[in-house]
């Protein structure tokens, strides 16, 4: 890396000074800088702007509101963590942590110039002796995860996607396929390490007061460097799903089904799992539904759940059976489905979670979709998800014990209005279709508060909406916000206050 250092050092000095708003750090400064290179690892590595390692390393998944850096430092370990934050802090830089670069909040456009720190190379899983925990290093992916603890016979609850980050979902709370069985992915935490603001790399679980805040606003106290979570053995390897595709006067009729035998009011089976899609195909002049069932530990989807579906009429019907391996691939999720890949496109969701589908409202926002979805229009590629996870183990965990804030709910449910970027007239649009599109949802509930899913979010709800509205976590979080990151470095990503 030794190269690097003269090229790295100019470029430093010059943004240190610029960042500085003209005021001149002075020699000192400067020279203490070049120090940050000489105390990273032989695997850090640093990349600047129109290196294929910068490309590599920053380009994200969204392109509305991304954040902009001016160097990468790629970390070995997790020391280089601590040396770049406490550098970062010293002369007063922005960093932001980089995993699966699959979030997508607008407030991450608020980081405008500064220091990426990327995760990617602390990627790993080993499992404990005695086979109860794993510890999964900061920046794995979740395939990984499920990939090892498969090998040794176990799993655990990971995000759905095999392109996104283990952690990433985990510290918004994480919903997986597994959830209904044991809570959400940050339900299985053990204990973490930690790199706070200050510099500091700690060891923390249940003991520290800042394990509650790390369940479900984690992104706003630290970056964690490896994590100790519970695992299970696999019992069922067996799943099976079937995808029925129908047209869009079936509306109220799919979601009034879906309540009456699935949902029902968070108590469906926890073996089952139902999401549905909108979204426009050939041959079809409004959007298709695709409604998939999913069970575990069968190899054809029990006709109990299927039965009311069929009835309905849907103009496909395909059954396929596989392993807990394949739902990624079934549900368009895995590494080489169109989520994963990077094209540039402006990707933002208006999350919102409910307790219940209302039929009428879904005709509303299902109108809505298809007259700004037509083929002339930018947002024709969109995609309007309805994920129905098993809930009976979130729900089992204490409500009280975690940041998140939304046990009580059942159903997450996102337009995803993927466009290509054209300025910010377009970016307004987006952001005026999405809403009224949550709001025909919102005011379908009857609710007074508006749930989402930070993880989804798309950047302009409050924090209360993000981390419940119980004065008490707003307290909580404020609280614990002053004491661990009193200067506001970890607030790009939602930010808490
Ligand atoms: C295709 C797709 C599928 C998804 N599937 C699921 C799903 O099944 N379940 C679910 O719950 N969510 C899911 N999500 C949402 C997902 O939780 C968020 O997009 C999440 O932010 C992605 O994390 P990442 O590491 O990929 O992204 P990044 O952009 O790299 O990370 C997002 C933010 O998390 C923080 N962060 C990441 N790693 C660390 C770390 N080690 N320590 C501290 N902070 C860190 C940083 O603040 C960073 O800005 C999905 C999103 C997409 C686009
Ligand atoms: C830092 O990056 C931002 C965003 O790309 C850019 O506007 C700015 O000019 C860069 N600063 C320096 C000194 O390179
Ligand atoms: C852990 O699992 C491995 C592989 O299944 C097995 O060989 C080993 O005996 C187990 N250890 C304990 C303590 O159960
Ligand atoms: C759904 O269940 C919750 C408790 O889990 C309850 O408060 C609510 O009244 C129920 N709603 C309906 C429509 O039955
Ligand atoms: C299916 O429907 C909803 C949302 O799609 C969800 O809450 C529920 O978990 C699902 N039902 C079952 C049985 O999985």
Redesign the pocket.
């Known amino acids: 890396m030794r190269w690097f250092r003269t090229q790295v050092l100019a470029v430093l000095a010059a943004w240190t000074l610029t960042a500085a708003c003209g005021q001149s750090l002075g020699i000192e400064a400067i020279s203490e800088m070049s120090t940050l290179a000489a105390k990273l690892s032989p695997q850090a590595r640093i990349y600047l702007p129109g290196s294929s390692g910068f490309s590599q390393t920053s380009q ?2 969204s392109a509305l509101q991304a ?1 902009q850096v001016n160097i990468s430092v790629a970390v070995g370990t997790e020391d280089d963590v601590v040396e770049t934050v406490k550098f970062a802090s010293k002369y007063n830089l922005p960093f ?9 909040v607008t407030t ?1 456009g608020r980081m405008d110039y500064g220091i990426e720190i990327y ?1 990617g190379q602390l990627s790993n899983v080993e499992i404990a002796s005695d086979n109860r925990t794993a510890t999964i290093g ?2 794995t992916m979740s395939k990984l995860v499920t990939d090892t603890l498969w090998e040794a016979g176990k799993q655990t609850v990971t ?3 095999e ?3 283990y ?3 985990a ?6 396929w597994l959830q209904g069985h044991h809570g959400l ?1 940050a339900d299985q935490f053990v204990s973490m390490r ?1 790199v706070l603001a200050d510099g500091s790399l700690k060891t923390i679980d249940s003991k520290s007061d800042l394990w509650w805040a790390m369940k479900g606003a ?2 706003n106290f ?4 490896s994590i100790t979570v519970k695992i299970y053995d696999l019992e069922h390897t067996n799943w099976a799903i079937e995808t029925l595709m129908y047209t869009g006067d079936k509306v109220e009729a799919i979601y009034q089904a879906a309540n009456d035998y699935l949902v029902k009011n968070g108590s469906q089976a926890v073996d089952v799992v139902n999401w549905s899609y909108w979204f426009r195909i050939p041959d079809q002049d409004k959007p298709v539904i695709a409604f998939y069932i999913i069970q575990e530990g069968v190899t054809a989807v029990d006709s109990k759940y299927t039965k009311p579906f069929h009835d309905i009429g849907p103009f496909s019907i395909e059954p396929v059976s596989g392993t807990y391996r394949d739902l990624a691939g079934w549900t368009g ?1 895995s590494l080489d489905s169109t ?2 890949q990077k094209a540039g496109l402006s ?1 933002p969701r208006f999350p919102i979670y409910l307790e219940t589908y209302n039929p009428m409202a879904q005709r509303q926002v299902y109108d809505f979709f298809q007259s700004i979805t037509q083929a002339a229009s930018p947002f024709a590629n969109s995609l309007f998800m309805f994920e129905g996870y098993s809930t009976r183990g979130v729900k089992a965990v204490d409500d009280s014990s975690a940041a998140y804030a939304f046990r009580g709910d059942n159903l997450l449910i996102a337009p995803l209005l993927q466009y290509q970027p054209n300025g910010p007239d377009l970016d307004n649009l987006a952001a005026k279709y999405g809403n009224q599109i949550r709001t025909l949802l919102y005011q379908g509930s009857k609710r007074e508060e508006l749930h989402t ?1 930070v ?2 979010a798309y950047g302009d709800e409050s924090p209360k909406s993000w981390y419940g509205y119980e004065q008490w976590r707003q307290d909580k979080l404020k609280a614990l916000k002053s004491k661990y990151d009193p200067n506001g470095r ?1 607030s ?2 939602a930010p808490v206050a």
């Open positions: 994200r998944w954040p932001l942590a980089y995993n699966g670069v699959h979030g997508s991450l995760l900061g920046g995000g759905t996607c392109c996104v980050s952690m990433g979902p510290l918004g709370g994480g919903h997986g992915i930690v984690g992104h630290g970056i964690v460097t999720i989520p994963c990707n899913y993880n989804y970890f790009f990503y």
